[in-house]
């Protein structure tokens, strides 16, 4: 006979955990927000210079702030002038377009990072492949002034946009788990200010033999706006600042992790390339990513000219030591696997990769998946739990970081690029703000 009418087997008795009835709800199973909140998109703000230079996101403190996104559209065929003719852009073109984005959370340091590595940031938050893949689409599918898969077609022929999510310390496109609480801006006294810097739109093409340029011959944004989300109070009683001496609050607000800028050496060799990996910081190290690129893929300065520059190659053959002890191996391409079983994806990303055929641009049979390799330290984790459950690192301040790689093609003409991951949170105190590690 059972020792208790609850028991039904050994499991029940060895395993150290609290009962949970998921039968019926109960006070054990129920949550209750308690601070009832309410959620609009209505905030827009058009850039200033579209086609080139810098531009500014501005919000004045107003509760919470979460998801910011671009949205961007392209002049059609003849608009302006606009000839598209012998032209294409890649896949996630809003991407290229971009230089670096910036932000500063009230009187907080500013940090600036890539739209490589924001590109990258991305893929990486995505909880799967058809939505990683989905969110790249949306930042500008694949056009071509003469698309050879649609007879000559000209996919310039009608308005084309795009929609890039700008993924910031505070925010994730990964709504299933990852998301975080909404940053708190009424405890700031200054805006948060996002600074976007813009390549020049006309660079950011491909072109075929018959173009007269390398560049189009018209800048091609005719509009573009930044778009965010706010959440705020049903009753503004139950702000912090209204409960509280807002001069006496102190309030810690979890990243989900916090991306270094990203770092890049060129390789002298095709095989056997001794990296000393730098640019760390005081602070847990979660993870390393670490990508490649190809010098021709952003090369040529008279067209014909193949513009790939988003696309990705994972090194290979990889090594990765601290201090001489090796914590990371990848050989003939395991660490996807790796990847994959770890973080419900593998470490890809379906992309558009252009190549010319007598003269005419055509895009790589089969499709391109761009790699990267991405080194973890720290112990995986239920994304539900990633902003609230703190998941050590490795401290590698004043470390010895050695990578050994060989590149993709085992040719020399690469560039190696690195983006460090770290355990991070906003403090919020007497109206400012600033990063903890």
Request: aromatic share 10%.
């Amino acid at each position: 006979m059972s020792m208790n009418s609850n028991v039904s087997s050994v499991q029940d008795v060895i395993r150290d955990g609290e009962k949970m009835d998921i039968y019926y709800y109960s006070k054990q199973n129920l949550f209750i927000q308690s601070r009832p909140t309410v959620r609009n998109n209505k905030f827009f703000q058009a850039l200033t210079s579209p086609n080139s230079g810098t531009n500014q996101f501005i919000f004045s403190p107003d509760q919470g702030l979460t998801d910011l996104i671009l949205v961007v559209s392209l002049l059609k065929q003849g608009e302006s002038g606009a000839d598209f003719t012998n032209y294409a852009l890649n896949r996630g073109w809003m991407y290229s377009l971009i230089q670096n984005v910036a932000v500063r959370y009230g009187g907080s340091s500013q940090y600036f990072w890539s739209s490589q590595q924001i590109a990258l940031q991305n893929a990486v938050d995505m909880p799967d492949a058809p939505t990683r893949d989905t969110l790249w689409k949306l930042a500008g599918d694949a056009l071509m002034g003469t698309n050879p898969l649609k007879s000559g077609a000209n996919d310039f022929a009608k308005t084309r946009y795009g929609y890039m999510y700008i993924n910031l310390p505070h925010n994730t496109p990964n709504g299933d788990g990852l998301k975080m609480a909404p940053l708190p801006s009424e405890l700031l006294r200054q805006p948060i200010l996002v600074q976007l810097n813009l390549n020049d739109s006309r660079t950011i093409f491909s072109s075929n033999s018959a173009a007269s340029s390398v560049n189009m011959n018209v800048p091609v944004v005719s509009n573009a706006f930044f778009q965010c989300v706010q959440v705020r109070m049903n009753d503004s009683s139950n702000l912090l600042t209204n409960e509280e001496d807002p001069n006496k609050i102190t309030y810690v607000y979890p990243l989900k992790y916090f991306a270094q800028q990203q770092v890049s050496q060129r390789l002298d060799s095709g095989v056997g390339n001794q990296v000393n990996i730098t640019g760390f910081r005081n602070g847990s190290v979660r993870t390393i990513l670490l990508w490649m690129q190809k010098d021709e893929d952003t090369a040529g300065l008279s067209a014909p000219r193949l513009f790939n520059d988003n696309n990705w190659y994972a090194p290979v053959n990889t090594t990765l030591s601290i201090n001489g002890e090796i914590f990371d191996v990848s050989k003939f391409g395991s660490s996807q696997l790796l990847n994959l079983v770890n973080n419900k994806q593998a470490s890809e990303q379906v992309m558009t990769q252009y190549k010319l055929d007598a003269g005419a641009l055509s895009p790589v049979v089969g499709g391109f998946t761009g790699t990267y390799l991405k080194v973890d330290f720290s112990q995986h984790s239920d994304p539900v739990t990633s902003s609230n459950l703190l998941v050590g690192g490795k401290s590698i301040t004043n470390s010895i970081v050695n990578f050994q790689c060989d590149t993709p093609d085992g040719e020399a003409g690469w560039r190696l690029y690195w983006v460090s991951l770290y355990n991070s949170s906003l403090i919020f105190s007497q109206g400012n703000c600033e990063y903890s590690f």
